[in-house]
């Protein structure tokens, strides 16, 4: 029984088959194994969020499956239930696993107030706790519900407040009217912004560019220039802080954070200043990002150090500070540390309890060791460098080129004050001579509505430092690139809704791909044949589809085949 009550903190490391994720107690001892494809922390019921062959379920603290992986996704617990996405769309499960929809709907919101939001057939309505709709879909949009009150549109120019049984209490007629939240709804008129209150009342007049949900009796609002300057009111409409500011953000227990642009010209970063909700500045203009206070203290960054604050801005100097840009946590004396794209633990001391390893074995001598390139806080790459290899030169080749693929270059301070661009890596596989390596790279222009992705691959042969081609798979003379092309456009052509139309145009020899013991796979860029939410589209190619062409007596397949396997 005492497992049950356990401090459990999910962690990752690298293995031969990619990153696995597993829990750890408060000692650093691993109490549920590492082998899952993510992890998500345990919630108050005493269930985590897994990923396992690329589906979630749902685990408890034995590590036994409450509900299986068989979904795309699965929400945090809210009110005792959880959203689930399947292929066709949302359910709602209870904590026993049981579904407790009636159907499938096109969108549902977590639990609040007894009501789930949803959407079907781009109308809005509401779910009860037994998933059934108590509240018809007939609204153009909805909001959740605030103290058994919710705002919905009703047509245009038209939104209601309505009970939690659909009953209206109130109608406004305006063109744009937010949630309701403390009791002010922000609403607009002509093309400024103010707040009603729930009977309908203006309670401050429209006159900003934009106004948010008023939060513990604050709410931030804004001009209207060109570029949007941000500022702080309470609820009777008392100017806190004069809209001037490159934003503000709300961090709870008294706290704001008020942000400057580093770049007047290009205000997509800010530095920040910690003041309170009487309107003083407590410090200057130091921090480069700050959390939400918790019990007097929050994360904060400044100059790529990440350390803890008091509720006056001071350091703690008697918490743990680590070089790096991230985000820090304290739970039950235990300090989660996410630096630079890697979670770790220590003490309230700064004693590591856990760390992810660095390096990766395949099999005696062989090793990968991970590397991390840095040039300040916007460029850092993790690459791999194989070791063990007999000959140098051939190790030192291959290491240069495997970085160089991952992003190890020169880069200016320029650059870095343009975008940020981190890099990563797994291993795929690893079979006899052959380890497979995936390089991840992502680029973000500030003030860019999205990054973009890179991904590419390496087949290497670690006796010699080789990386095969995608030719060398296949016997001399034979047109592969035509073989392969028609397998996948017969798989597009099964799923032609999710490609854009004429854009394929076949594979080539510079195709990227990778294998495994049972297959080639061919791999697409974002935007090549698809939207940019489907990823990098790729295709599988069982062996067994392209053996007549496949050179099994080349160095390429013997590089993962033993010799007394039948061909």
Same mark, same amino acid.
């Given at each position: 029984?005492?497992? @049950?009550?356990?401090? +459990?903190?999910?962690?990752?490391?690298?293995?031969?088959?990619?990153?696995?994720?597993?829990?750890?107690?408060?000692?650093?001892?691993?109490?549920?194994?590492?082998?899952?494809?993510?992890?998500?922390?345990?919630?108050?019921?005493?269930?985590?969020?897994?990923?396992?062959?690329?589906?979630?379920?749902?685990?408890?603290?034995?590590?036994?499956?409450?509900?299986?992986?068989?979904?795309?996704?699965?929400?945090?617990?809210?009110?005792?239930?959880?959203?689930?996405?399947?292929?066709?769309?949302?359910?709602?499960?209870? *904590?026993?696993?049981?579904?407790?929809?009636?159907?499938?709907?096109?969108?549902?919101?977590?639990?609040?107030?007894?009501?789930?939001?949803?959407?079907?057939?781009?109308?809005?309505?509401?779910?009860?706790?037994?998933?059934?709709?108590?509240?018809?879909?007939?609204?153009?949009?909805?909001?959740?519900?605030?103290?058994?009150?919710?705002?919905?549109?009703?047509?245009?120019?038209?939104?209601?407040?309505?009970?939690?049984?659909?009953?209206?209490?109130?109608?406004?007629?305006?063109?744009?009217?937010?949630?309701?939240?403390?009791?002010?709804?922000?609403?607009?008129?002509?093309?400024?912004?103010?707040?009603?209150? *729930?009977?309908?009342?203006?309670?401050?007049?429209?006159?900003?560019?934009?106004?948010?949900?008023?939060?513990?009796?604050?709410?931030?609002?804004?001009?209207?220039?060109?570029?949007?300057?941000?500022? +702080?009111?309470?609820?009777?409409?008392?100017?806190?802080?004069?809209?001037?500011?490159?934003?503000?953000?709300? +961090?709870?227990?008294?706290?704001?954070?008020?942000?400057?642009?580093?770049?007047?010209?290009?205000?997509?970063?800010?530095?920040?200043?910690?003041?309170?909700?009487?309107?003083?500045?407590?410090?200057?203009?130091?921090?480069?990002?700050?959390?939400?206070?918790?019990?007097?203290?929050?994360?904060?960054?400044?100059?790529?150090?990440?350390?803890?604050?008091?509720?006056?801005?001071?350091?703690?100097?008697?918490?743990?500070?680590?070089?790096?840009?991230?985000?820090?946590?304290?739970?039950?004396?235990?300090?989660?540390?996410?630096?630079?794209?890697? @979670?770790?633990?220590?003490?309230?001391?700064?004693?590591?309890?856990?760390?992810?390893?660095?390096?990766?074995?395949?099999?005696?001598?062989?090793?990968?060791?991970?590397?991390?390139?840095?040039?300040?806080?916007?460029?850092?790459?993790?690459?791999?460098?194989?070791?063990?290899?007999?000959?140098?030169?051939?190790?030192?080749?291959?290491?240069?080129?495997?970085?160089?693929?991952?992003?190890? &270059?020169?880069?200016?301070?320029?650059?870095?004050?343009?975008?940020?661009?981190?890099?990563?890596?797994?291993?795929?596989?690893?079979?006899?001579? +052959?380890?497979?390596?995936?390089?991840?790279?992502?680029?973000?222009?500030?003030?860019?509505?999205?990054?973009?992705?890179?991904?590419?691959?390496?087949?290497?042969?670690? &006796?010699?430092?080789?990386?095969?081609? @995608?030719?060398?798979?296949?016997?001399?003379?034979?047109?592969?690139?035509?073989?392969?092309?028609?397998?996948?456009?017969?798989?597009?052509?099964?799923?032609?809704?999710?490609?854009?139309?004429?854009?394929?145009?076949?594979?080539?020899?510079?195709?990227?791909?990778?294998?495994?013991?049972?297959? @080639?796979?061919?791999?697409?860029?974002?935007?090549?044949?698809?939207?940019?939410?489907?990823?990098?589209?790729?295709?599988?190619?069982?062996?067994?589809?392209?053996?007549?062409?496949?050179?099994?007596?080349?160095?390429?397949?013997?590089?993962?085949?033993?010799?007394?396997?039948?061909?």
């Amino acid at each position: 029984m005492e497992r @049950l009550t356990e401090n +459990l903190y999910p962690v990752s490391t690298k293995t031969v088959n990619g990153t696995k994720w597993g829990y750890i107690n408060d000692r650093g001892r691993i109490r549920i194994s590492l082998v899952y494809e993510g992890a998500e922390p345990f919630q108050r019921n005493g269930f985590a969020i897994v990923t396992l062959n690329e589906k979630q379920g749902l685990i408890n603290q034995f590590g036994r499956f409450a509900v299986k992986p068989v979904y795309k996704s699965i929400q945090p617990f809210s009110e005792e239930r959880a959203i689930i996405q399947t292929k066709d769309g949302f359910k709602m499960i209870d *904590e026993k696993g049981q579904v407790r929809t009636k159907k499938t709907y096109a969108y549902m919101a977590p639990m609040k107030n007894s009501r789930a939001l949803f959407q079907t057939n781009g109308r809005y309505g509401f779910l009860n706790s037994d998933g059934e709709e108590v509240i018809a879909a007939r609204y153009l949009f909805a909001y959740d519900f605030d103290e058994g009150k919710a705002v919905v549109q009703t047509k245009t120019a038209e939104f209601q407040l309505i009970d939690e049984n659909g009953l209206v209490l109130h109608t406004y007629p305006y063109a744009d009217v937010g949630s309701l939240s403390e009791g002010r709804i922000a609403f607009k008129e002509g093309d400024r912004y103010g707040y009603l209150d *729930e009977a309908g009342n203006v309670v401050i007049p429209p006159k900003y560019g934009m106004a948010f949900a008023y939060e513990d009796g604050f709410a931030i609002i804004a001009t209207s220039d060109d570029n949007y300057s941000y500022g +702080l009111m309470n609820k009777a409409g008392d100017t806190i802080f004069e809209p001037i500011y490159n934003e503000i953000r709300l +961090l709870q227990e008294g706290r704001i954070a008020l942000g400057k642009a580093k770049d007047a010209n290009r205000p997509f970063l800010s530095r920040y200043a910690i003041a309170n909700t009487s309107g003083a500045v407590l410090t200057d203009f130091v921090y480069d990002e700050i959390g939400s206070f918790n019990k007097g203290t929050a994360s904060a960054v400044k100059d790529d150090r990440t350390f803890f604050i008091d509720r006056e801005g001071h350091k703690v100097k008697t918490f743990p500070a680590f070089s790096g840009t991230g985000v820090l946590r304290k739970e039950n004396g235990i300090v989660s540390a996410f630096i630079d794209q890697r @979670l770790f633990y220590t003490d309230e001391h700064g004693k590591i309890i856990w760390h992810p390893d660095t390096e990766i074995l395949l099999r005696r001598p062989y090793r990968i060791q991970e590397r991390l390139y840095k040039r300040g806080p916007n460029y850092y790459v993790y690459y791999p460098q194989i070791e063990g290899m007999a000959n140098q030169l051939e190790q030192q080749a291959i290491n240069q080129k495997l970085a160089k693929q991952a992003g190890v &270059r020169h880069v200016t301070e320029a650059e870095t004050k343009e975008r940020t661009f981190t890099g990563d890596f797994n291993v795929l596989f690893f079979k006899k001579h +052959l380890v497979v390596l995936e390089i991840d790279g992502y680029t973000y222009p500030f003030g860019a509505a999205h990054g973009m992705p890179t991904r590419t691959f390496a087949n290497v042969d670690v &006796r010699n430092g080789h990386d095969y081609a @995608l030719s060398e798979l296949f016997k001399h003379g034979r047109d592969y690139a035509a073989v392969l092309s028609k397998l996948v456009g017969e798989q597009i052509k099964k799923q032609a809704d999710e490609y854009f139309p004429n854009a394929y145009k076949g594979v080539n020899s510079t195709q990227p791909f990778y294998v495994d013991e049972h297959a @080639l796979y061919l791999v697409f860029d974002v935007y090549e044949l698809a939207p940019y939410a489907a990823g990098f589209p790729t295709f599988k190619i069982p062996f067994a589809e392209i053996e007549p062409i496949i050179n099994q007596s080349g160095p390429f397949w013997q590089s993962f085949h033993y010799y007394n396997q039948p061909n």
